[in-house]
């Protein structure tokens, strides 16, 4: 049986500089989501990569005293450094200044030219410089832009610009008839409301002010402006071809089953990105998520407002999954979420450390301190309805963990799955406390229940870290290790006590999560500073 394709792409990274943790948050995002689709089966292609292009990596390469193309190359190794640091999984890292890349928007360029789709005039607005774009004057807020609250200065330049009105109608059926195309639905009514149906105005695709960019290549004075030349890498990463046919690798994969992308960036991915899509004939994305932000305390983050965190420095000081943990757990399905250095302490210590660290800590000492390590099922022991009661109840929690959580990722709500893969791992330490093995372990009478409570224990844990593996895969297979177990794929969560009678697990039980004082690491941090 042929294996159902999955494809999803995050959006691709400017290189302006170092991405920070709200940047990141993304691509764990996307890890998490394109390892969970793997594990069921799916032929995933997950793609992420940089926007290479511009006039404020121009300018960033001047003060450097580089190229562009030599500043873009060492931020773009900076970047995916930052994304191999963190574990992720991606399958293709493209950029925007790769060969194949570029002479493909040439290509699409000049089709949609030859169509009638682009023609030639001038700009006359406001314009943000680092936003790359331009502005009436009601769209300003309090007289500045709209999108990062900068100055703009007027500004006026020959230009091509795309029909945009030409496809509004259509964009706007589309998005009526699949409410699943722009989530979360907040987002779908306001890119409806405040963008679509008011009217679309001729969008600028080309500029002549500055000089890196894709060259026009039948009219050179221009550079393909950075939308046109950014949304594509969703099509010319996997061998789109503008004069027709494509790769067979496109033709599998597309179109793409998500784009995940910040919600400053919804506007280009829902009305910019289906529009040129209509017009090369293409069918569109099957859905654009547009997550929140990770704000840094009660901001967003910015270099300007120097409140930015770092993803590398944040994993030196609590490892890479449990920075994974918390930009998963911490960011809710529709509204921003925080990001503080008490918060990580708190969630390290409380969920990682003691929740889970603590839970196999004890599980995999009891089991070496009452049986030499081995762990088996207590056969025959006679069980008081309670005792019962119990076994059920923690079978119970384990058996829902997966349907659970695959319903949660189907609506990609991720923070909600790792919720209740935590849920199983407290459950399983309110059954230590219920049913009390330091106390069966002083009579030899109870030597097969407690025999049992310490099986039912390590099958629980097993199972919680096999649906943890996608999150936090490093620490499943850590935890795993500890039971001297293998990692279970999904299709095996639907029985409990596959544990093999008779195994073993570690004799030194290692500790997961170091639990830290947040002075400590407050002195610390000053200290490197």
Known sequence: MEQKKYYLTTAI?????????????EIILAD???????????EVFFQTGTDEHGQKVELKAQEAGVTPKEFVDATARVVQGLCDMLNTSYDKFIR??????????????????????????SYEGLYCSPCESFWTQTQLVAGKCPDCGREVKPA???????????????????????PEFIRPVSRKHEMLNNFLLPGLQDLCVSRTSFRWGIPVDFDEKHVVYVWLDALTNYITGIGYDAEGGGSEQYRKLWPADLHLIGKDIIRFHTIYWPIFLMALGEPLPKQIFGHPWLLQGEGKMSKSKGNVLYADELAECFGVDAVRYFVLHEMPYDNDGTITWELMVERLNSDLANTLGNLVNRTVSMSNKY??????????????????????????????????AAAKMEELRVADALTEIFGLFKRCNKYIDETQPWLLAKDEAKKGRLALVLYNLTEGILIG????QPFMPDTAKRVAGQLNAALR??????????????????????????????KDLSARLEQEK
């Open 96 to 121: 925007t200044t790769d060969p194949e890349h570029e002479k493909q928007v040439q290509k699409i360029f000049k089709r949609l030219y030859r169509q009638g789709d682009i023609y030639k005039g």
């Open 371 to 404: 049986f030499g390590g081995v762990v088996s099922y207590g056969e025959g022991t006679p069980l008081t309805e309670q005792e019962r009661a119990f076994d059920e109840d923690l079978k119970r929690t384990a058996l829902e963990l997966y349907p659970k």
């Open 32 to 42: 998490s989501i394109a390892r969970f689709k793997r594990k069921q089966g799916y």
């Open 465 to 468: 870290a096999s649906v943890l």
């Open 489 to 518: 794929g999904f299709e095996e969560l639907e029985s409990f006590g596959l544990y093999p009678q008779g195994g073993r697990v570690t004799e030194k039980p290692e500790i997961l999560f170091a639990r830290l004082d947040i």
């Open 156 to 178: 006026k330049e020959e230009a091509y610009f795309f029909r945009m009105s030409k496809y509004a109608d259509r964009l706007i059926a589309h998005i009526q008839e699949h």
């Open 13 to 25: 990274a400017y290189t302006s500089g170092k991405p920070h943790i709200g940047n990141h948050y």
